[in-house]
Each structure stands twice: as C-alpha cells, then as structure tokens.
C-alpha cells in the first residue's frame, strides 16, 4: 500500500532553490522556511525539537544527499537521505534536469537494515500556511513485497511503502530505537509531462458521449455517496461544486466532517491532509503555477508562463482506441512512462485467483498526476526495494481507467511483487487511492470487468475458492508450505497482515463477484484455447457454449463476435457487430450454404479497406462501395480462380441469383457477372464489352445462344466467346457479330 500524503503539484520557485550549495546552510537561509526543501529551516543547526530529538541541518543532509536523474524519459531523479536513531532530518528532493516544468510528482520512503534496525520510523509534516506540525506518524514496514522464494525477497533489509509528497509541504523522518540504528530515505520526483496531461485528455469523461453527470467528491477526497449510500463518480479535482459565497479557501485547510471534539488525532490528521490536498490543487489550478515566486533579492516577480518542455521520448497519448486486453483498454507502460523492468520478470504462471489492493492516500489526485505516481512507485520499488519492476500486474485509477503494471503481458501470467507468499498463483490489481469508504462506481465497474476476463483467461469460478500453498513472505498469515484455501476474488487482507483494500473497497467484494458471476460463462476445449490466445481479439465469453450444432459443432459468444468450432475447421471467431458477421447471420450461420468458417476476417491487399472471410463452402467479401456479399459454390469458386479482388471482375456487387432458365445462377462484381449453370459451367462476361451488350441483345441465357460456354478471349483487334448454342466475335471497326446455330447475324454493337 502507498500514502498520498496532500498535492503533488510543483512550484518552480522550490526547484531553483533546491539548487542552493550545501555552504548556503549556515546562512540566514535558516531562520525561515528552507526553500528546495520539504522541511522549513528550523533556526539553526542542530536545534533539539519539542519532542525532545535532535533536528539535521539542510546542509547535514545534503552531505548524504545520493542524487541521481536516470536516463528515463520523462525524467525520474532520485535522491537518498540517511537519519540516525535520535535525529529527524528535512527531506530534499532531487533535481530535475527539466527546469521548464510546470509541474511534479515526488514520493518518498524509507528502508533499513535488519542488523541495524530502529525501533521505528516516524514522518511529520506541516502545511506551508499552517504553524503547528501534525503529530508524528509512525512508517511502518511494508505489507507487499515478492514471495519467500522469489529473487527479489530480500531478508537484509526492510522497507515501507512509498508517500507521495505535496511540494509545497514540510516533512521530516525520525528514527526511534539504539544509537546505532539508522534509516534511509529514498525521495523520487518526477515531472508532469505534455504527454500525462494528453494522456488525461484522452480518457472518456464521465460527462461525455450522454453519460450521467459526475457527483462532486466531498472535500475529504474520498468518493462521495447518494442517498441510497451508493459511491457516485468522482469529479477531476476531488473537490465539490462550489457557491461564489464559499469558493474563498481559508488560510490553512481545515478539516471537514469530523466532530473535532470528539475524533482522535489520526482521524483530526488524515481529514486535514485530505482536505489540503483538494484545497491546494484547486488553489493551483485557479491561479497558476509559480504565482508570487521572487527572486534571490526578494523581489516579486510575476506569475510563471508555461515554458516549452524539455523533449521526451514519443508516447502514444490515448486510451479509447489504444492497446486492449480481453477487451479492456488501458493505458500501457509506454503510455505512463515506464523504466524497463531491471532483471527480467517471471511469466507463465497459472494465476488461480485475483487480489485487490489499494495503494492508500488521498483520493483527489488528477487524471495527469496518475502517469507520474506510477513512475515514482516504480523507482521506489527498483531502487529501494530491489524488485525488478513496479509491484503490481495491473493498476486502476479512481476514474476506472487501467494502466498496466509490471512489464511481461496483462495476460501472460507474469509473477508480481503485491501478495506476499501468494504472488506465484495470484494476480494483483490495486486502486489508486485509500478505499476506506466505498469506492466510486467506475472503479467498481472496472474491476468487476477485470474480474470477468481474468476468470474466463484462466478458467476458474468467480464465487469459488481455491486452495494455495504460501511460499512465505513478511506479513503474510501463512507460513511457508502452508495450504491456504482463498476467494478467487479477495482483497489482500484475507492473506496478510494489513486493512488493505480498505474497509469500504473489501465490502464490495460481494458485489463484485457477482457481476462477474452474471457476466461469466464456462469454456471449454478447443474455443477456451482459441480464447486464450486471442483474448485481445475476442473480448470476454458472453454466455456458455452451446453444442450439438451440425457436424457435431459448437459455438460461443464473446463481447467481440461468436467463435465457431467444428472437428474439420477447428475454432474461429466470426466479428460481431460486423458486416460480414450480419452477412453470415443472414446465410443462416454454420447451417446455411457458407458452412463454418475456417479462418479469421482479413484484408484483401488490392482493394483498399476491403475484408473477406473464408468458410467452408465460400466467402464473405466486404467493401465499403459495395457492401458484404457472399460468394459460394461454383460462381465462388470462378470468382477465387479467377484472382478474388486481383482479377479482371473486382469486387462483388451482389450475392449469387439462383433460378435462373435451366436451373442457372449468376452474380454481379464491379466489372462483370458471373453466370453458372450445370451444363455450361461458371464463366464471366465483361461488363460494358461488346460481346456482352450483343449477348444481352439476344436475351442473355434466355435468347438462342443460351449460358456462356467460355470467357472472353482478346487477341489484337478481335474477341470472341462461345456460348451454348453459338458465338460471338468482335473485330475492330465491323463490331459484334453473332453466329448462332441455324444463322449468323451482326449485332451492330461496337
């Protein structure tokens, strides 16, 4: 789980500041707030604090102050700072190469060494406005992390979950036990990005497209409920609509909802935060970035313009329309700006169950922020925490857009770092945020989906159990070997130590095991295999498959068409809603004259936008000019010979006419018909040739020449075709002349 502590917003003035030389500590720069730091200056150095413990200078901090900026676009700078038992420090954060960016996401944690472990680690923190500090707060160790017998677990050293810090926030880290017991912290800003911020565009919103308008979240940041206690949607800011009357913000961010005689400090504390991360964002936004900064002589400069980006490496900025799996789009590593993964993750697993975590903190953050917190998570998780990747398989926003988590594949069973002794059989999605109420209705939602196509990925019931060995962990309830019977669908802290998800999320875990049950069908054989390998294709099982169908065949629907299997074609989605998939319906399915298909829709290279799909006794040619047709039997097979959209007719224009003199069919293509009959065989006529306009001058099949015999032959100056009962030849300036048994005649066609 993950702390979002208040905003995450930058000021540019912070960051210049930042820049101070560690000399500059024993000047006056101490006797007021420290810019560059998130920590004021507290007088002097080494001034002992109310609590009694001994307070670092900037410049004792910056002297361990371990900065590095990777080569990762965006830009992911990374600082360490070390506090001894006894001592709090200001916590720094790192410089971005980028100095043109408006805003930032910093997060932080700690990590020490079991042989020289404090007793425990404790932040604090104090608004820039407020003048008291919030009451010390213990960091307690992580409860995720990879599994006992994982590379990744680590038994030299522990570590907390990441905060994401407010920029213009103080915080100090104590560590309490043994003189000889020290912590690091590990600070990790990075900016907020022209491509987060188009990413965000990119979203659906709530309000679009004829969706309900979104309810305004409370001030506390957590979801807002209705009058029948269910969550609506949040809106962007986290923040209610307000009257002009209330609009004005108070000095310092009070918090909302509480009975402060009667609450106690950590719920006094946890509303404060909450509500100046709403009140501080939408501070920002009102009235820009770097409002009021000044310069080293004080003076006020004006607010700051937004300044051209340093350039990063191309990402795509979309979600609608952007990478699927089963169906479910969402934002990929690429999109957010992910590291590579530093050691390669393990894929290939079984995955038996799905657990819910939430990442903790305040729920008020931005569509543009989520890219950076991720990318500040996964440094930590890296550098810190020595894990290959990000923790997580999958991450949901509390707007319900996916975003991918630890590299390998959504859908490849790639063993993550979130359950600790289960990581090996479970995948794990978490919710940005802290769910102890019940989370909005996008994320139920969404999860609900992820549930369903994750349970038909890997063939399991939803509202099942199963039973897992532990491989061992630090918080996790079960030992090493020991066989745990879990939910398929469980909430973290049904196998370790921990509240996560939250009070509110766990409780709907009910609900949302049975949407998936209403949504989830069972797959079998053949179509459960297709399935798995083409699940970015077909979406998830819409109902049960049903057999018995001719040939002994099957058929099931999927959000994205109906796969068909039978022992001659094997399994094959035919797309739905689609024209060639409207076409087979109206040829009566595998039952009608097309048979089951035996191959997926594809382009046909010479015809642009054109698709076709085969089946067993012909196919289903699209256009947008000329619409779905099919194309079968004999006509079919003159049509395929011929060189499909290749050859000399084009594209058909309509299905095969049957009944026709003699039993006879024909079709129409965009540059002549086909006509069949069992006696004469299929063969085309050119549409618009002499031959044929004299053909059609004597009745076509009808007239005494009767069905085409052969196609039409050019040699120089002349063609000719044969029918049944005659010939037509043109020749260059006499034009058609039709020779029919018992006469010859001149068409007079040119």
Wanted: charged residues 20%; contains cysteine.
């Amino acid at each position: 789980m993950h702390r979002f502590i208040t905003s995450t917003l930058l000021s540019a003035a912070l960051v210049a500041a930042a820049a101070l030389p560690a000399s500059a500590a024993g000047s006056d720069l101490l006797t007021g707030p420290v810019p560059g730091a998130f920590g004021a200056g507290q007088g002097a150095s080494q001034t002992a604090d109310r609590d009694g413990g001994e307070l670092g200078s900037l410049a004792d901090a910056r002297e361990r102050l371990d900065a590095t900026a990777t080569e990762q676009h965006p830009e992911v700078a990374s600082a360490t700072q070390d506090v001894r038992a006894g001592r709090s420090i200001d916590i720094v954060r790192p410089l971005l190469k980028d100095t043109a960016a408006e805003a930032s996401v910093t997060v932080m944690g700690a990590s020490w060494r079991t042989a020289s472990a404090p007793d425990r680690v404790e932040y604090r923190t104090k608004a820039a406005e407020a003048e008291d500090w919030t009451a010390w707060e213990e960091w307690g160790p992580s409860d995720s992390g990879p599994d006992e017998s994982s590379p990744e677990h680590r038994t030299d050293e522990v570590a907390t979950d990441p905060i994401v810090v407010a920029q213009d926030e103080t915080v100090q880290v104590r560590a309490v036990g043994p003189e000889a017991a020290r912590a690091t912290v590990r600070t990790v800003t990075t900016p907020t990005t022209r491509e987060d911020e188009e990413l965000a565009g990119g979203v659906v919103d709530e309000n679009a497209a004829g969706g309900a308008t979104a309810s305004p979240a409370p001030s506390t940041g957590e979801p807002s409920q209705s009058s029948t206690g269910e969550p609506t949607e949040p809106s962007e800011s986290g923040q209610p609509s307000q009257s002009s009357e209330s609009a004005q913000p108070s000095a310092a961010a009070q918090p909302s909802g509480l009975d402060l005689a009667t609450a106690s400090t950590d719920d006094v504390e946890a509303a404060r935060l909450r509500t100046a991360f709403g009140a501080q964002s939408a501070a920002v936004e009102q009235t820009g970035i770097g409002a009021g900064a000044s310069d080293s002589n004080g003076t006020k400069k004006p607010a700051q313009q937004p300044a051209k980006r340093a350039a990063a490496q191309p990402r795509t900025a979309s979600v609608s329309g952007g990478p699927t799996v089963g169906g479910l789009n969402y934002v990929s590593r690429s999109q957010w700006g992910a590291a590579k993964d530093s050691c390669g993750n393990d894929s290939g697993a079984s995955l038996k169950a799905m657990a819910i975590h939430h990442t903790e903190g305040a729920n008020g953050y931005s569509r543009a922020q989520v890219p950076g917190i991720l990318r500040g998570i996964q440094a930590y998780h890296q550098q810190s925490r020595g894990w290959c990747d990000i923790g997580y398989n999958m991450l949901v926003d509390r707007f319900g857009t996916i975003y991918e988590g630890r590299a390998g594949g959504l859908d490849k069973g790639v063993v993550g770092a979130h359950t600790s002794g289960f990581n090996n059989a479970v995948y794990g999605v978490s919710v940005i945020g802290t769910y102890s109420k019940p989370a909005p209705a996008a994320v139920v939602s969404t999860l609900s989906n992820v549930a369903s196509w994750l349970s038909a990925r890997w063939g399991w019931d939803p509202n099942s159990t199963v039973k897992v060995k532990s491989q061992g962990g630090t918080t996790v309830k079960y030992a090493r070997g020991t066989t745990a019977t879990i939910p398929r669908i469980f909430g973290h802290r049904d196998t370790s130590d921990t509240d996560c998800p939250g009070n509110g999320l766990y409780g709907q875990l009910g609900k949302i095991r049975s949407s998936v049950k209403a949504n989830r069908a069972t797959m079998t054989g053949a179509i459960r295999s297709f399935y798995f390998h083409n699940s970015n294709t077909t979406s998830a099982p819409r109902a049960k498959a049903q057999c018995g169908l001719a040939g002994g065949g099957c058929y099931q629907a999927f959000g994205n068409g109906t796969v068909y299997w039978s022992k001659a074609t094997g399994a094959q989605l035919v797309k739905s809603p689609s024209s060639v998939g409207r076409a087979y319906a109206a040829a009566k399915h595998e039952a009608g004259a097309l048979g089951y298909p035996t191959g997926g829709e594809f382009r046909l290279a010479k015809a642009r936008g054109a698709t076709a799909q085969r089946f067993e006794h012909g196919a289903i040619v699209w256009s947008a000019q000329t619409h779905a047709q099919r194309v079968t039997g004999a006509v079919g097979a003159k049509w395929r010979a011929a060189g499909w959209e290749r050859g000399e007719l084009g594209l058909p224009t309509s299905n095969a006419s049957c009944g026709l003199t003699g039993g006879g069919c024909f079709q129409s293509f965009q540059r002549g018909q086909i006509h069949y009959s069992k006696a004469s065989g299929a063969h085309t006529t050119v549409r618009g040739s002499a031959i044929t306009r004299a053909w059609q001058a004597a009745g076509a099949e009808r007239g005494r020449l009767g069905y085409p015999t052969s196609d039409e032959k050019s040699r120089g100056a002349s063609a000719t075709q044969s029918f049944e009962h005659g010939t037509i030849t043109w020749t260059k300036g006499k034009g058609a002349r039709v020779s029919a048994r018992g006469g010859s005649m001149t068409a007079g066609t040119h």
